[in-house]
């Protein structure tokens, strides 16, 4: 089983900066994709952003230009810069792992976030 701590949420106003983190552990040999998801209140979870071992990356189209995923590998870890927050940036992050075929591995707790107007 793979465990992940997450950090790094918090209350920021728009226009501000906020950097996640999400550390792995356990069967960390099994894991290919990492990656951050959220979800709002009343909404449901959507995809955010995912960096592969191989450093391939992909986001959602609304946070292109504004997140920027990365990771470093010795430390297991994913980091999710986040910059020129949003209002509607504010949900619950969670940090999300995945094996070479895509299939999930595990969920991190999750991190709230809020961005006030």
């Known amino acids: 089983q793979v465990q992940l701590v997450e950090s790094g949420g918090g209350l920021v106003q728009a226009g501000g900066s906020l950097r996640l983190s999400c550390a792995a552990s356990?069967?960390?040999?099994?894991?290919?994709?990492m990656g951050w998801y959220r979800q709002a209140p009343g909404k449901q979870r959507e995809f955010v952003a995912y960096?592969?071992?191989?450093?391939?990356?992909n986001y959602l189209d609304s946070v292109k230009g504004r997140f920027t995923i990365s990771r470093d590998s010795a430390k297991n870890t994913v980091f999710l810069q986040m910059n020129s927050l949003k209002p509607e940036d504010t949900a619950v992050y969670y940090c999300?792992?995945?094996?070479?075929?895509?299939?999930?591995?595990?969920w991190g707790q999750g991190t709230q976030v809020t961005v006030s107007s």
């Open positions: 999300n792992t995945a094996d070479r075929r895509g299939v999930s591995l595990s």
């Open positions: 356990g069967s960390i040999i099994s894991i290919n994709f």
């Open positions: 960096i592969t071992s191989g450093g391939i990356t």
